[in-house]
C-alpha cells in the first residue's frame, strides 16, 4: 500500500467539533439551540439504526432531535399532515424522512412536500435545481462529505479530470454537479458506459458509488489518482462471517492511487457529520442569520 489513507472518521470528528461550536455560538445568537426532526415509517431493521444514530449526533452536537414513528400501514396523508406540521413548527429547522417508504406512499410527493428551507438532505426538485445553478440550497450529505475530502486533499479542484461512477440522485448526479462547480471536467459512468477501465485511467480524482464489492480494480486507475469509495457492501468473510468493503479493490488500488478512502473509515462516517452541518445551517438561515464560515 502506497496511497495515503484518507482518514474519514478523522475528518469527520473534526467537522462535529465545528459543528457543535457552531451550535453554541448559535444559540447566544438566537436564544435557541437548532432542531432537526427525523421521520421514520415503519420498523426496517437498517432504517431503525440510521434513525438512532441520526438522533444520538443531533443531541451530541447540542442540538434537539425530534422524532416520530409512525406505523407501517400508515396513509400517506398522514405522513403529509405530520410534514406539513413540522414545515410549520419553528423549533423545526430541519426535517428528515428516512427512505424508503412503505409502498402505499409515494415517496416523490412527501419530499416534494418538505419546505425546501427544512429539506437537509437536500432531495427535494428545488435544492436539485438551486445546486444545478449554483444558488445556496442544501446538497445531499454523502457527496458534499466527499467534496469536502477531496478539499482537504488536493486544496482547489480546478481543471482536473473526474470521473463519477454512478448516477443516482442522490450519491452520483449530485457528486457531479459539485464537480462541475468547482471547475472540474467531470464524466459521468453508468451501466451503460464503454470502456469504462480506459475513462478512468485519464482521471485524477475517482469518485465510486456503484454498490458492486471491488469493482474498480488498481490497474483501471492513473498513478496518483485520488480515489472516493462511497460503496458500502457486505460480503462473507468465512467461518459465517460478513465484513463491510467498498466499491474499488481497495488493496489493489492502494498500490496505484495517490490517496483512498477506506471502507468502513471514509466516506460513511462524513455523512452523518454533514447532515449536523445542514441542520445547523438550517437553523442559521431560518433565524436569518448568516451561516458562520469554515463549516
Ligand atoms: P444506486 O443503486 O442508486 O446507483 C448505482 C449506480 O451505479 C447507478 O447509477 C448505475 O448506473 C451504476 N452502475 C451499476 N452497474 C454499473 C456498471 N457495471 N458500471 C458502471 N456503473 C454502474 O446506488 P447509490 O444509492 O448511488 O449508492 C451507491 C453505493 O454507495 C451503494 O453501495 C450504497 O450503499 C453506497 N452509499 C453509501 C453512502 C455512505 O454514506 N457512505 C451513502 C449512500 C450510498
Request: hydrophobic content about 50%; some cysteine; aromatic content about 2%.
Amino acid at each position: 500500500m502506497t496511497a495515503e489513507i484518507i482518514d474519514g472518521k478523522a475528518h469527520a470528528a473534526a467537522l462535529r467539533e465545528r459543528v457543535a461550536a457552531g451550535v453554541a455560538a448559535f444559540r447566544e445568537q438566537a436564544g435557541r439551540v437548532p432542531g432537526l426532526a427525523v421521520v421514520l415509517v415503519g420498523e426496517d431493521a437498517a432504517s431503525q439504526v440510521y434513525v438512532r444514530s441520526k438522533g444520538v449526533a443531533t443531541e451530541g452536537a447540542g442540538m434537539t432531535s425530534f422524532s416520530h414513528r409512525l406505523p407501517a400501514d400508515a396513509s400517506e396523508e398522514v405522513l403529509l399532515a405530520l410534514v406539513a406540521r413540522l414545515n410549520a413548527d419553528p423549533a423545526v429547522d430541519g426535517i428528515l424522512i428516512q427512505l424508503p417508504l412503505p409502498p402505499q406512499i409515494n415517496e416523490a410527493r412527501v419530499i416534494a412536500a418538505i419546505s425546501p428551507d427544512k429539506d437537509v438532505d437536500g432531495f427535494s426538485a428545488i435544492n436539485v435545481g438551486r445546486l444545478a445553478i449554483g444558488e445556496p440550497g442544501f446538497v445531499p450529505c454523502t457527496p458534499l462529505g466527499c467534496v469536502m475530502l477531496l478539499e482537504d486533499r488536493l486544496g482547489d479542484l480546478s481543471g482536473l479530470d473526474a470521473v463519477v461512477i454512478g448516477r443516482s440522485n442522490i450519491v452520483g448526479k449530485p457528486m457531479a454537479m459539485l464537480l462541475l462547480q468547482r471547475n472540474c471536467t467531470v464524466t459521468v459512468a453508468h451501466s451503460r458506459t464503454r470502456n469504462l477501465s480506459a475513462i478512468v485511467r485519464g482521471a485524477d480524482i475517482v469518485v465510486a458509488a456503484v454498490g458492486r464489492a471491488g469493482f474498480v480494480r488498481g490497474d483501471w486507475l492513473k498513478s496518483g489518482a485520488t480515489v472516493i469509495d462511497v460503496g458500502i457492501n457486505r460480503v462473507a468473510a468465512g467461518e459465517g462471517r460478513t465484513r463491510l468493503v467498498g466499491d474499488v479493490a481497495f488493496e489493489e488500488a492502494g498500490q496505484v492511487a495517490g490517496a483512498i478512502t477506506p471502507v468502513p473509515g471514509g466516506v460513511g462516517p462524513m455523512t452523518i457529520a454533514v447532515l449536523m452541518r445542514n441542520a445547523l445551517v438550517a437553523a442559521h438561515r431560518n433565524a436569518s442569520l448568516p451561516v458562520p464560515a469554515g463549516l
